[in-house]
């Protein structure tokens, strides 16, 4: 798998995003492009899978209609979803692709998605953060 590893590493670089954190042993590094809204966004290989996790804030007060407005905004997300970490109380922007057969394309069209999702939603986001 060190084969997909070098390869997203480069492919994020020629992306122009910053490696922040690297951990070669897990095949995982830490990312951001402050230009495009994005920091601490953590890139794994797992096995057959790319992973990418943005945690965007922690949830203190999570009712029905805070879970229903992440479902919603699920639906106008290009690529990835809101979730949850297993404590219920991360709020996380999560995609996941294959490595097989990854390129340059598929994975820029993550982090596109990631982006137009964060500037389209920022203030709701930040809103709802708050709550």
């Known amino acids: 798998m060190e084969n997909n590893f070098n390869k997203v590493k480069n492919y994020l670089l020629e992306l122009e995003y910053s490696i922040i954190a690297e951990d070669a042993n897990e095949e995982l590094v830490v990312i951001e492009n402050v230009d495009a809204g994005i920091s601490n966004l953590i890139v ?21 209609d805070t879970f229903r407005r992440f479902l919603q905004m699920n639906r106008e997300i290009i690529h990835g979803a809101i979730s949850l970490d297993e404590t219920g109380k991360k709020v996380i922007l999560r995609d996941t692709l294959q490595l097989e057969n990854l390129d340059l394309n598929e994975l820029q069209g993550t982090l596109n998605s990631f982006e137009a999702f964060l500037s389209e939603n920022a203030n709701e986001l930040i809103s709802i953060s708050k709550n």
């Not at 943005?54 to 009712?63: R, S, T, V, Y």
């Open 44 to 64: 794994d290989c797992e096995d057959l899978i790319l992973i990418f996790e943005l945690h965007l804030f922690d949830l203190e007060n999570g009712n029905i």
